[in-house]
């Protein structure tokens, strides 16, 4: 098994190499076709201080339960889009970092919300699988339509 594997992996590696050391051959990579993006604001807003008056009523809440020292000012996630944070006195902020980079598309995308949506991902979203030991039933079908199509289209260029 494991000697399959390498030489399956040796001879991936050989066809790429070969692939871009060949003449006139090299590989080019194109960035994503522009399109309109209508869900993100012109610019930023700014209607209060920051933190605002909302903000730092609803710190002082918070502050009754528990520590609130690491706390900037509290956010309206629903009205945040693009690279636009809204905080819940309505001032819109340019936020560079969305969120130290773990969305790095932008808040409340069209194409994730549709995502999260989708019925068919309700199960993985709630119960989060162990996709390494406990894959559900339909796993090697959302693998084969995703990642590999990617994979296949690639494949198609060599």
């Known amino acids: 098994m494991a000697s399959s594997l390498i030489s399956r992996q040796l001879a991936l590696c050989l066809q790429k190499n070969l ?17 309109q993006v209508e869900y993100d604001y012109d610019g930023p807003l700014m209607k209060t201080t920051v933190p605002g008056p909302r903000s730092q009523e609803l710190t002082k809440q918070l502050g009754e339960i528990q520590n609130v020292g690491a706390v900037n000012f509290f956010c309206n996630y629903e ?24 969305i790095p598309i932008g808040y409340n995308h069209p194409a994730l919300l549709k995502l999260m949506t989708n019925p068919n991902n309700l199960s993985t979203f709630v119960n989060r699988p162990a996709l390494g030991i406990l894959p559900p039933e339909n796993f090697p079908e959302k693998i084969t339509e995703t990642l590999l199509s990617v994979n296949d289209g690639l494949w198609l260029m060599l």
């Open 19 to 35: 692939w871009l050391s060949s003449a006139g051959c090299r590989y080019v990579s194109k960035a994503a076709a522009k399109t």
């Open 79 to 102: 009205e945040s889009r693009g690279n636009y944070l809204v905080d819940v006195d309505g001032n819109r902020m340019l936020d560079i970092y969305t969120q130290i980079s773990s």
